[in-house]
């Protein structure tokens, strides 16, 4: 069966088989309302004040036997944990959270939080479109100047028209400005574009009449010590 085309039921048993091949059977997976934002979620362990319905774009804990989830499908998502302070992040950034410095929000915010330092943490980013796929034009590549600087992150197709987006790039850069050291920042290479056998794209997909759109999930948790 066309892995893209799952019913509901066959969902559900997948996230179990998900689950189980993390250890992690019967962990809960907190997920927010991602609005493409520089909102950060700290969840302290009360389930009463968490819906997936908060709007936020990083979730952050210290609980542990949960998991916080990022959807994506081209937009980048980022896991960072803090070994020493036994805290996690989950990152939702596409270019509208890159231009408004999730990363860096959510950093800033694991330091104000959980008093982690930046030297400690590991981050892993997860597939997303490529520097070579991910094509915008000026409602993209302005706010992004507007935000990094003159042709950062961008490589031009058409000067002033349309260029390449490096999504990673501009997040990795987050990153190291944060603190975190290049040899703690993990690289999945897969590009969900031209690579899309293997991965959901929005922007594949959503050009095919009547196709659903599904969504990859990353997922980071911490286990009972
Ligand atoms: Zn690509």
Known sequence: ??????PAHEALQNRRKFLADLR?????ILTAKQIHSNGVFVFTGNRENFTSEIEAD???TRENGLLLGIKTADCLPILVADQKKRAVAAIHAGWRGTVEKVTEAALGRMTE????????LV???GPSACGRCYEVR???F???EKAFGKGEFLKWNEPGVSAWLDIKAANIRQLEKAGLKRENIFVLDGCTIHENGLFFSHRVESRIPHARVGRMLAVIGLSPS
Do not use: H, I, R, Y
């Not at 992690?24 to 809960?28: A, I, V």
């Not at 939080?113 to 400690?120: G, K, R």
């Open 123 to 125: 981050a892993v980013l």
């Open 58 to 60: 990083a979730l952050l």
């Open 113 to 120: 939080e959980f008093q982690s330092n930046p030297v400690d």
């Open 24 to 28: 992690c059977e019967g962990w809960p």
């Open 142 to 144: 302005t706010p992004f």
């Open 1 to 6: 069966m066309d892995p893209k085309n799952v």
């Open 138 to 140: 000026s409602d993209v």
